[in-house]
């Protein structure tokens, strides 16, 4: 069992940056998959990237070359540094871990605008 928390959120103009930060309750060292989802308004969850143990990673279409994400496992904590925001990139973002099931974490707002 884990609790994700994420933070880093926030306003942001089209082109700027934003680092969400999620912090699980336990070590992160064995948790094979963790990442990132997001849900915009009136549309579904998405996946926006997910990575391995191993530090392999995968990204949506929408968002390769401008997110990335990482985890540092001495700080139990997964982060996503996201590069050149679009509007289209605002949504609540929610921290993902896979173990024997899926946990998510509250969520945390990213608008993109002018």
């Known amino acids: 069992q884990v609790q994700l928390v994420e933070s880093g959120g926030g306003l942001v103009q089209p082109g700027g940056s934003l680092r969400l930060s999620c912090a699980a309750s336990?070590?992160?060292?064995?948790?094979?998959?963790m990442g990132w989802y997001r849900q915009a308004p009136g549309k579904q969850r998405e996946m926006v990237t997910l990575?391995?143990?191993?530090?392999?990673?995968n990204y949506a279409d929408s968002v390769k070359g401008r997110f990335a994400v990482s985890r540092d496992n001495a700080v139990n904590t997964v982060y996503l540094q996201m590069n050149s925001l679009k509007p289209e990139d605002t949504a609540v973002y929610y921290c993902?871990?896979?173990?024997?099931?899926?946990?998510w974490g509250q969520g945390t707002q990213v608008t993109v605008s002018s």
């Open positions: 990575i391995t143990s191993g530090g392999s990673t």
């Open positions: 336990r070590s992160i060292f064995s948790i094979n998959i």
């Open positions: 993902h871990a896979r173990i024997a099931r899926v946990y």
